[in-house]
């Protein structure tokens, strides 16, 4: 039998306000097991816990109930306690007597009483415990990062400045990301090329980081510490050793008309090309889409000039297998699609743009070579509009746009609207907005000087509908604050597109088994106090990945998520979670069923010599689970249908136990 | 400033719009076809609606000017759907008056080639209790 020692916290007036604990602590002292019993305001602090060690000693406690917050909380601080005080930290209960209970109730008497129920719930299982002891596992001293914009850079770089080696993974023959498509960034107007390509210089010259660029991740087996991961690096057609990045063969190449996705699509590119020139790897890569030689076997100039000999029609995909200790996801973000927002013409009119398509044409190395033109006919534009919230915080149309506010548009709209009147003092600009949201250092400013400075005309209403008439753009749009309805001919038109994920993320958090919300961002351990983290231990988060974030605050992530991985590789050995499944070989009948619903892959089966009871022996087919490879999800024990599976520390028998407590 | 709760609750039922849900962005009020032709607008319905400052709505001709033609419906972002609340508004108007001014036996005579059918629909919904 349990020596048992129930500790019922007040949690202040969180617990004490609606239970009565010291009716909680009286009524426990009576269950079976129970030799102490008492209560504290603050069972968490140091007094608290000394409180818990000293009760170990002098009543020879062997197991402990804390009555107090979730487990989730303080479970941990618990354990702590308890392995000081010389009991095995999974001899320790938690009844959540606070968020399931004292939060949720207003009456005193109903919250007492499921405290006392909760209580002997925790008493009846903790009679049943058993010490366990986790097992260790070995760290492979290399991280991977998906993605490698910003938040992907400088996760590997802070990464492999503390000496550990780093792999990104890019989908795109070069890094950079939406930066490099980017003019001047806010609220400094540093342009975003002279402070982000240093950086990729940087990580093309680090020992530490090895780049595989227009690869993807294609599968991922392991655990914290230790993930196998499949790579496959898509056939660029060229040998990018050997490649010096001249740009020859991109000069003689034919195929001249394929439209250029680094300037979404506003001017064209050759079949073979390097996106842009300061590309890391500065290496060209073959659209096997539009290059002729790779589609019908006719051309093969692109080989004849190339003086290193580097093009390759014959390269396959190939695969590449790797072992990480951690996996930080850095898989950004895109504009929305505006096809389906016919009310702003966006399909129907050339001069209607998002304003990822207004940095590009205000950016020097862009299709206009940085002038502002009209994207139809060349033109100067005199009138210009900007909308913000299109398709952000727009809860009525699931189906194109996003409930949430995309958080950047209202100082990209501020940034574009200032530099535009900066440049070109002769054009008017109009900025509607619903509310303006500058909430980041100095963001505000910024916004009051595009104003007050550059006399921008910002409009408190939404643009209802534009429609192209001859070369103008009539936007109907309401002044709410004048109460009246405003009628502008625009000559350009630039919409503050929602973003969202990349499409590319939701696959990926299947395979990393990461979790995501209804919007396909990945979900953190902890909203406030484990933002980097995801739930799913070793993988961690950077970037636009987690939720729509400006570029100081990506870089900000990127760095604590690389502090993050730095801890993890830094450690020789991993405790693993000894509360895993186990297979009673005895009664286990070989039916699969568990390895098929194991989320994890933990399960395999063994031929196994049995005795039989007439001296006989006999081989049988039974279950066996890796234990470092096992979460403890429990999915195999409810699924078992000859009862052989077990979890250790949420037994079968003491399920039971705590139901039959509380249904006493 | 006048406060109707009960016609306000009405309204809320007739329509099923719950106005506190826009977020004052205006383009319903942007989108408006009639704007123009109307003393209130249809943001101002909602907001208006949602103060209980129901009298004046009532008592303009802009509940009449509303061509249900549903564009701040079709718009709106948060799925308020101003032009239900129009709607409620002038049958709350129509009510109190006490009689229907159009009832289906008006329709045939009306009926001729260049008037769309939506039309009469309209007109139908707007007069008839």
Known sequence: MQRVGVFVCWCGSNIAGT???????EALKNEPGVVFSTNYQYM???????????????????????????????EATFRKTAAAAGINPYMVEIANIREQCSWVHKDMLTGTEKAIILGKAAVAKVNLNTPLIPGESPVTKRALVIGGGIAGIQTALDIADAGFPVDIVEKQPTIGGKMAQLDKTFPTLDCAACILTPKMVDVAQNENIRIFSYSEVTEVKGFVGNFDVTIKKKARFVNEDICTGCGACVEKCPMKKVPNEFNLGMDNRHAIYIPFAQAVPKVATIDPNACNMLKNGKCGL???????????YKQKDQFIEEKYGAIVVATGFNPISMEKFDEYAYSQSKDV?????????????????????????????????????????????????????????????????????????????????????????????FYRRAVEEYGVKYVKGMVGKIV?????????????????????????VVLAAAIEPDKSARPLATMLTASMDTNDFFTEAHPKLRPVESPTAGVFLSGACQGPKDIPETVSQAGAAAAKVIGLLAKDKLMGNPCVAQSDELMCNGCSTCANVCPYGAI????????????????????????????????????????????????NSQIMAEVDAICK | M???????????????????????????????????????HPHQFVSMVDNGEIEPLLN?????????????????????????????????????????????????????????QQLLVSAFRKYTK
Do not use: W
């Open chain 1, 604 to 651: 395999s089966y063994e031929d196994k010599e049995f005795r039989m009871p007439d001296r006989t022996t006999k081989i049988r087919r039974v279950a066996a689970v890796n234990p470092a490879v096992c979460q403890g999800c429990g999915a195999c024990t409810v699924a078992c249908p000859s009862g052989a599976m077990d979890l250790k520390g949420f037994a």
């Open chain 1, 44 to 74: 968490c602090s140091q007094a608290g816990q000394d409180m818990i060690k000293n009760a170990v000693k002098e009543h020879r406690l062997t197991g402990i109930v804390v009555c107090s917050c979730s487990p989730r909380m303080h």
């Open chain 2, 2 to 40: 006048e406060n109707n709760q009960y016609l306000r609750e009405e309204i809320i039922r007739m329509s099923g719009v719950n106005p506190t849900k826009c977020m004052k962005c205006g383009k319903c009020s942007g989108t408006c076809p009639a704007y123009d032709e109307m003393e209130y």
């Open chain 1, 19 to 25: 239970v009565d604990v010291q009716a909680v602590s």
């Open chain 1, 302 to 312: 692109c080989a004849r000039v190339c003086a290193a000999g580097a093009i390759d």
């Open chain 1, 353 to 445: 743009i998002t304003s990822l398509e207004f940095e590009r044409l205000t950016n020097a190395a862009g299709p206009s070579a940085g002038k502002l033109i009209r994207p139809s006919d060349g033109k100067h534009p005199h009138t210009i509009v900007f909308v913000q919230c299109v398709g952000s915080r727009c809860e009525s149309c699931a189906e194109k746009g996003k409930e949430y506010c995309s958080k950047i548009c209202c100082m990209y709209t501020a940034k574009h609207a200032m530099l535009t009147r900066d440049k070109y003092p002769d054009t008017e600009v109009y900025v509607f907005y619903i509310d303006v949201r500058t909430p980041g250092k100095n963001f505000d400013e």
């Open chain 2, 60 to 116: 303009s001709t802009s509940i009449y000017k509303c061509l249900s033609c549903f564009a701040c419906i079709e718009r709106c972002p948060r799925g308020v759907e101003p032009a239900k609340v129009v709607e409620a508004v002038r049958l709350i108007a129509i009510r109190r008056q006490g009689a229907n001014r159009m009832t289906a036996n008006d329709i045939p005579a009306m009926v001729d080639e260049d008037t769309p």
């Open chain 1, 468 to 492: 192209p008439e001859g070369d103008k753009l009539k936007v109907q749009a309401s002044d709410l604050i004048a109460n009246r309805q405003l009628h502008i001919d625009a000559d350009l």
